[in-house]
């Protein structure tokens, strides 16, 4: 009889570090996995913060093209303008 409590015991105190070896091994993958999940949302954070930054290039670049394309016609007026100039004083000049 000795012999069954001494297995019994045997078996409950191995069944309780297996218990607490399980709670330890719980506890540090639940630890592991908050620490991914830090680590995801910095990696977001930074995705976030390339997508931005990739955003204001692109709009950047946009407006530089539209810049061009103003001096563009800016200076395509400008010529026109002076043909203009030219053609009203010839005008002027034929009718005096």
Same mark, same amino acid.
């Given at each position: ?7 019994n015991i ?8 297996d218990?607490?070896s399980?709670?330890?091994a ?14 995801m949302?910095?990696a ?5 913060d390339l997508?931005?930054? /990739?955003? #204001?290039? %692109?709009?950047?670049n946009k =407006? !530089?093209?539209? $810049? /061009?394309? #103003?001096r %563009?016609?800016?200076?395509? =007026? !400008?010529r026109? $303008?002076?043909?203009q100039?030219k053609?009203?004083a010839?005008?002027?000049t034929?009718y005096?």
């Open positions: 009889m000795s012999e069954k409590i001494s297995f045997e078996a409950a105190v191995k069944g309780l570090k218990i607490t399980t709670t330890t719980t506890e540090r993958l639940t630890e592991a996995v908050e620490a991914q999940r830090e680590a949302k910095q977001k954070r930074q995705l976030n997508n931005g930054y /990739d955003k #204001a290039k %692109e709009r950047i =407006l !530089g093209g539209q $810049l /061009d394309e #103003a %563009e016609k800016y200076e395509r =007026l !400008g026109e $303008l002076k043909q100039n053609t009203n010839a005008t002027r034929e005096k």
